[in-house]
């Protein structure tokens, strides 16, 4: 079997796609639900719809484009990923693995191929957390993880909630019926640039990978006593600041020397009350991010934070709350499904290493209700989320023929 991709419409398909934006180009701007967003659905569907493939969406939005196969009544094979963009990102993140995904079906069909299993194509709604503050919105859904609740407990930063906004955008029907039950997809494999230096840096075409680290976000407030710079002495203050900076250092300590360099840990935000240059700080917000391929090792990082920020708090005479955002599990991908994709590798001659994903994608959710693994392909410099980032058109076309190949693998009924 040899695939053959359609290199120059692929270009040419990321190119439009990159056209539909909200930021001046090269940067793209696509956040859920607003204009550019739905007009990029609406051109993604056209494309669908041209390859003769059947198009639905559900209550969130999460689209479904079916190459119907020669056995219907066999659970599906599934690919896909998200089009949505934070402000001032790149054109590949998450759309080569939608329109790479469409390519690999539109490749199968040019040679003949004819699936057993179905092959769905999914358009993922809000993988980007831009506007509820919580990623990966319409497989989280879909999985299970969060429920028809989220309706209402998900607000925008326009205080629109999470109903209203997809009402309003022509999503509408009960949010309970986004959830797929067990055994609906038999494989999910999704197709991604890497985000990462790793496979530019060896010279690796493919990244075959085997775990998506678990994230835990969450706030540390910290209330001190505020006072004019130059008239509280130095023994009776209970400087907010100061104890945030310690903070911040013993996060990354315990990160250090959790026994893995699997462990991360970023303190990204860092918010200062009153944030005058002679007023003593009175509060402090922090927020922070733990990520671990070890759901079990980050929840103990997890606490050791907690009691650090508690001790902290005592030995300063200040005031300490912790807030949990979100505490994902991580995620690991099957034999069945690394394995084809290795085997696509071999088959199109190119250089492959098993490699853990360190950001988290709709993946990590679809391995709750199927077997999931992630084909990388490299990025320039390994930079992601910004107008200049980059993904060779030779690496893409790799990519698009390894997830052809383990897709017609995986439509055969077993």
Request: aromatic share 4%; proline share 4%; with cysteine.
């Amino acid at each position: 079997m040899k695939i053959e991709v359609d290199a120059d419409r692929v270009a040419r398909e990321i190119d439009a796609l990159a056209a539909i934006t909200d930021a001046e180009p090269p940067a793209v701007t696509r956040v859920v639900f607003t204009e550019q967003d739905l007009r990029a659905r609406a051109w993604l569907k056209e494309r669908c719809a041209e390859a003769g493939l059947a198009i639905r969406e559900d209550a969130v939005g999460n689209t479904f484009i079916r190459w119907e196969g020669s056995r219907p009544d066999l659970a599906a094979v599934a690919t896909g990923s998200h089009i949505d963009a934070i402000p001032n990102a790149g054109k590949f993140d998450g759309v080569v693995g939608v329109l790479g995904g469409l390519e690999a079906i539109r490749a199968l069909r040019r040679i003949g191929f004819e699936p057993e299993r179905s092959i769905e194509l999914i358009q993922f709604t809000a993988e980007e957390p831009t506007r509820f503050g919580v990623g990966c919105i319409g497989s989280r859904l879909l999985a299970g993880v969060l429920g028809p609740e989220a309706d209402e407990a998900l607000r925008g930063s326009d205080e629109q909630t999470l109903r209203a906004a997809r009402t309003s955008a022509g999503f509408a029907g009960d949010l309970a019926s986004v959830r797929l039950p067990q055994g609906y997809y038999s494989a999910f494999v999704e197709l991604h640039i890497e985000q990462g230096p790793i496979l530019e840096r060896e010279g690796i075409a493919i990244g075959v990978v085997t775990n998506i680290v678990g994230p835990a976000s969450f706030f540390i407030t910290l209330e001190g006593r505020g006072g004019h710079a130059g008239g509280v002495l130095m023994p009776e203050r209970h400087d907010a600041l100061c104890a945030a900076a310690e903070m911040i250092v013993r996060i990354e300590e315990l990160a250090k020397v959790s026994g893995s360099v699997d462990t991360v840990a970023t303190v990204g935000i860092c918010e200062v009350h009153p944030g005058a240059i002679n007023s003593i700080p009175s509060r402090v917000k922090l927020g922070g991010d733990l990520r671990d391929t070890d759901g079990k090792r980050r929840d103990r990082v997890l606490a050791e934070i907690k009691a650090a920020a508690e001790r902290i708090a005592q030995q300063r005479q200040i005031q300490i709350t912790t807030q949990m955002l979100n505490a994902d599990d991580p995620a690991a991908s099957l034999p069945q499904v690394l394995e084809a994709i290795e085997r696509g590798c071999e088959e199109e001659e190119l250089r492959s290493r098993r490699i853990v994903a360190r950001a988290y994608h709709d993946s990590s959710f679809m391995a709750q209700i199927a077997p999931m693994a992630m084909i990388f392909i490299p990025c320039r410099g390994g930079v992601s989320h910004r107008p200049d980032e980059y993904a060779s058109l030779e690496h893409i076309v790799g990519g698009v023929k390894v997830l052809a190949r383990t897709l017609a693998e995986l439509s055969h009924a077993h």
